[in-house]
């Protein structure tokens, strides 16, 4: 290194040191809380740091470099002389949030700060990290809030081999932690934790007792050995014979192994509701190798595209199902369960009490099957557990559901390629897969609040379908980018118009133009309103009216040459005569008995002498008309011979 980085180094380490130290008068117990921030030094740590190198540096790169190793100086000098478990220990804190605001402004390299971590959790036993991690929770916001591209490899490389170093089964919540860390931290589309390719979990092998009692036992997979595997194999035949007799005897001569007694083979049961015979319980020796055997398809699902194994897998899931319900049915009959006597089981080897001491409940969970046959009874009288292999179960047939024709269809267009199989699931085995599926989810709904049990399976499998569309199409970007300002207020003056008040149009769709009322007209001549008040169209015309209308009907009808004119001048005729009819019924209904079909109207248009000396009292009454007021005489005429069904003909008239 050249003079000008050594002396640009001592100067940024003295800077950090001074920073330290107004740290430790901030915070004297050297907790993880509260974090630093740039307010709480006197002055910004920009400028602080910027002042202390006075321009030495030629370029960023010499400054970032310069940075990096006078803080990793003081971290491996604090790492070096302090315990995580001591007060002073919290200068490695106060050193992180330095950093953190350095690499924000930035001033470092981003990812400075995890780089730091990383060797902060290699350094530490599993009790330290979880210290580191209880610094790591409370400033994930904090550290993930900008430049998360050049942090996100780093945090999953440390995550990742801190998870090699715990125990699935000793730091199980410490495991999910971290976890849990991971998943806050990288946003919900990211793909470095999606199993891209569809590979599966084949290592998982679950090791079980493949010989019958009395026989060489194959040892199982779990650490640890129980003393019921180091067990001889003749005292372990006798041990679980006695353990059926004592089963039997507590539960009314029925045990998970059918008895050979005779009273038992020829017990009838009776259902009223099911018609068909019940089947045999199967045995429970006979079923301990075909229930184990279904864990390697469920760590390996592709093995059921083979017409063999496809078929071995319904034969032990159904008789899996069978045995799950005839226990269920036994722990029903006898009510309440209890937890099985002690004197018919043997008891475990007693602890010292400097071993009890180091024995946590937590610690002491195993995620791994036991696989012992004599404690296979035990398992599958427990409901947690019986319900847990449905779980299993469940997964299985909904991904054998999703290889049937309609659900592939949906994922024709899809990208990935290594999770679309060309298996298709033939109708036979839809049938059976679709009936399986409700025969389990009936079966969870049972028992102790088995409807909240099933109901959260449901829902995690329903939004694991999602997901596992989601990776078909490649894992598309599930954020999307925000809204341009343009097409915001575009979009927003669209939905006002939307919802803004309408005018009333001047002229309504359909309606007819009014603007003929406002036609002024030639000088002399009516014109607008003057036309509607005109008498001709609301006074009832005379019978006369319509003589010379109804002739020229029949000189038209008698010159017209295509039927189409005949018809429509005979419609126009027939109208006419009607009216003449209906005016004519009011003073003129004795000549009625003159009209024949050839005569036409003509009787009613000239009455003869006698009938007009019969009208004398109808001119006087005219006449009588005639001298009242002209309004008076319009009010009489209009009750006396206006009516709604008279006032129809003269506007059909008009119009």
């Known amino acids: 290194m050249s003079s000008a980085g050594i002396s640009s180094v001592d100067a940024l380490t003295a800077s950090l040191r001074d920073l330290l130290e107004r740290s430790n008068k901030i915070k004297p117990e050297g907790g993880i809380e509260p974090a630093l921030t740039s307010t709480s030094f006197s002055g910004s740590v920009e400028t602080i740091i910027r002042g202390a190198e006075g321009g030495i540096t030629a370029n960023a790169q010499d400054h970032y470099a310069a940075l990096e190793t006078a803080c990793r100086n003081i971290f491996y000098d604090l790492l070096a002389s302090t315990s995580i478990e001591e007060i002073s220990f919290g200068q490695i804190w106060n050193l992180l949030d330095i950093v953190s605001l350095l690499s924000d402004i930035p001033l470092c390299e981003p990812g400075l700060v995890f780089w730091l971590v990383e060797e902060l959790l290699d350094s530490q036993t599993i009790d330290g990290c979880r210290v580191v991690f ?46 849990i860390f991971m998943f806050q931290s990288f946003p919900l589309g990211d793909r470095s934790s999606v199993n891209l390719r569809g590979e599966y979990h084949v290592e998982n092998v ?52 059918p008895q050979p007694s005779e009273n038992t083979a020829k017990t009838v049961k009776f259902d009223a509701q099911e018609d068909k015979p019940q089947e045999p319980e199967p045995d429970t020796e006979a079923l301990y190798p075909i229930f184990w055997s279904l864990q390697d398809v469920f760590s390996q699902p592709t093995r059921l595209f083979e017409a063999s194994t496809f078929e071995s897998f319904k034969n032990g899931l159904d008789l899996t199902f069978r045995k799950f319900k005839a226990v269920q049915q036994h722990q029903q009959s006898r009510g309440p369960s209890k937890l099985p006597s ?43 557990f019986r319900r847990h292999i449905l779980v299993q179960g469940l997964v299985l047939v909904d991904f054998l559901l999703s290889l049937t024709p309609k659900a592939k269809k949906k994922l024709e267009n899809a990208s990935n390629k290594s999770v679309l199989y060309n298996y298709t699931l033939p109708e ?50 599930i954020k999307k980018p925000p809204i341009a300002s343009e097409s915001f207020v575009e979009s927003q003056k669209g939905a006002q118009r939307t919802s803004a008040t309408k005018r009333i149009r001047p002229t309504p769709i359909g309606s007819l133009d009014l603007n003929f009322l406002l036609n002024t007209g030639d000088e002399g001549q009516a014109h607008g309103l003057e036309i509607l008040k005109k008498p001709a169209r609301y006074t ?12 020229d009907d029949e000189f038209d009808l008698d010159r017209a040459k295509t039927e189409t004119e005949k018809e429509s001048i005979a419609v126009a005729k027939a109208s006419k005569m ?78």
């Open 206 to 257: 679950t090791v079980f007792d493949s010989k019958r009692a009395g026989q060489e036992i194959i040892a199982d997979s779990y650490d640890g050995a129980m003393d019921v595997d180091q067990a001889p194999a003749a005292a372990r035949k006798e041990k679980t014979v006695s353990n059926d007799l004592a089963t039997a005897a507590d539960t009314g001569g029925q045990s998970g192994t």
């Open 342 to 384: 002690t004197a018919n089981h043997p008891l475990k080897r007693k602890r010292t009490g400097a071993e009890s001491e180091q024995l946590d409940p937590a610690g002491s969970f195993n995620p791994r099957y036991l696989t012992s046959r004599d404690l296979f009874d035990l398992e599958i009288s427990d409901l947690a």
């Open 134 to 179: 209880d610094y790591l929770d409370s400033r994930r916001e904090r550290l993930t809030a900008k430049h998360f591209k050049q942090k996100q490899l780093i945090i999953l490389r440390a995550c990742n081999e801190l998870l090699r170093r715990l125990s699935r089964a000793e730091d199980t919540v410490f495991c999910g932690r971290v976890f």
């Open 540 to 551: 009832l015309p005379k019978v006369e009216d319509f003589k010379a209308p109804i002739m």
């Open 578 to 655: 009607w009216r003449t009819l209906r005016i004519a019924s009011k003073n003129r209904l004795n000549l009625f008995d003159k009209l024949d079909d050839g005569n036409g109207m003509a009787p009613l248009f000239d009455p003869p002498p006698a009938a007009k000396g019969d009208d004398v009292d109808q001119g006087k009454t005219e006449g009588i008309e005639g001298e009242l007021p002209e309004k008076e005489n319009a009010e009489v005429k209009g009750v006396k011979n206006v009516d709604v069904m008279e006032s129809v003909p003269a506007v059909i008239e008009v119009t």
């Open 428 to 477: 036979e085995e839809f049938k059976w897969a679709t009936a399986m599926r409700t025969e389990i989810a009936t079966y969870l709904q049972q028992g102790q609040e088995g409807k909240f049990y099933y109901r959260m399976v449901d829902t995690v499998l329903s939004r694991d379908k999602n997901w596992a569309h989601w990776k078909a199409e490649g894992c598309p970007l």
